[in-house]
């Protein structure tokens, strides 16, 4: 059995649960409890506040868990990072009242920093060697400066909307975070192994992202150029139709590339092309 935590509610708890789902794991994400069984695979889901997940698995009360980098930088605590989930992007940045003047660094010398991040401020004042004073606070950070608690802070950004309308400007970019797939370093074999079967199951969804499954019907003489322009993991599927002269060709093409390679596709013959959805490729 391997438990995982995941945030209980807020920003990475859909994203958090999808994955689950997506990996094939029955979340009953209706009758919510704090610890719940899943039916269909050896996991256990103990649903936290994001702040407690890198201490909880650091501790082995759980053996996984899915929170933000930022969380597991500023606890400092000894997790794996095992996977980045690509969802939950954001960054910590340094902000100043919109009107101030701003060239450097130097600027926070001397100055009231307002941050729930305290440990990787410090260490990036440090390392620049910035003798700052850093005011921690626990949210609401944005309105240290209006309120006179702080010159400036230090906090998460994504849009940057927030910012804008607290009369803020980002002026230096810290860190970058996004979700993570964090496990505690002296997992038992056992453990491992359902953790292996999780990520081989995530590596197929990861891989099935954007990718489209391409059908359609090409004369035969073109098949050699049609494989050119669809190389597909090995080689594409190619099989014969009942009208003379004509094949059917089957392949895996990126959706960014879609478009081209149908015209591509087009200028050489091929007719009734059908665009898939893809839900996973296991290699
Ligand atoms: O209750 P709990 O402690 O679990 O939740 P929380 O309120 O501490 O965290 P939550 O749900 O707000 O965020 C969880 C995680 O999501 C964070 O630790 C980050 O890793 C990630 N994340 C991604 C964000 C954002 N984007 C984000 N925009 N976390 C917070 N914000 C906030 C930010 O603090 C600021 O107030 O959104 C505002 C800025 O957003 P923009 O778009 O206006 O720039
Ligand atoms: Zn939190």
Not at 216 to 226: F, G, H, L
Not at 239 to 260: F, I, R, T, Y
Request: glycine fraction near 8%.
């Amino acid at each position: 059995m391997l438990r995982i935590a995941i945030q209980n509610k807020g920003r990475l708890n859909e994203d958090s649960i999808r994955l689950l789902k997506e990996a094939g794991i029955a979340v009953d994400d209706s009758k919510r409890k704090f610890l719940a069984k899943v039916n269909d695979f050896p996991m256990e889901i103990l649903y936290l506040r994001d702040d407690d997940i890198p201490q909880t698995v650091a501790g082995g009360v759980a053996d996984v868990g899915i929170v933000g980098l930022n969380e597991v930088e500023e606890r400092g605590c000894n997790v794996d990072v095992v996977k980045h989930l690509g969802f939950g992007g954001c960054r910590i940045s340094l902000a100043v009242p919109k009107n101030d003047e701003y060239e450097s660094l130097d600027f926070f010398r001397g100055k009231r920093v307002a941050t729930s991040y305290p440990n990787i401020l410090s260490r990036f004042f440090e390392r620049n060697g910035i003798n700052a004073e850093i005011v921690t606070i626990a949210g609401s950070v944005e309105i240290a400066p209006a309120a006179g608690m702080s010159d400036a802070i230090f906090d998460i950004v994504s849009s940057g909307g927030t910012l804008v309308s607290n009369g803020l400007k980002e002026v230096e970019r810290v860190f970058a975070s996004e979700a993570v797939l964090i496990a505690n370093p002296s997992l038992s074999a056992e453990k491992k192994e359902i953790l292996d079967e999780f990520l081989f199951r995530f590596s197929a969804i990861e891989r099935g992202r954007g990718m489209k499954y391409l059908l359609m019907n090409v004369p035969s003489e073109a098949i050699d150029k049609a494989i050119k322009i669809l190389p597909a993991m090995r080689s594409p599927t190619v099989m014969p139709l009942a009208m003379d002269g004509w094949c059917s060709l089957h392949s895996v093409v990126n959706e960014k590339e879609m478009w081209e390679k149908i015209r591509q596709l087009k200028s050489i013959g091929a007719e009734g092309i059908l665009v898939l959805s893809l839900d996973k490729i296991v290699l």
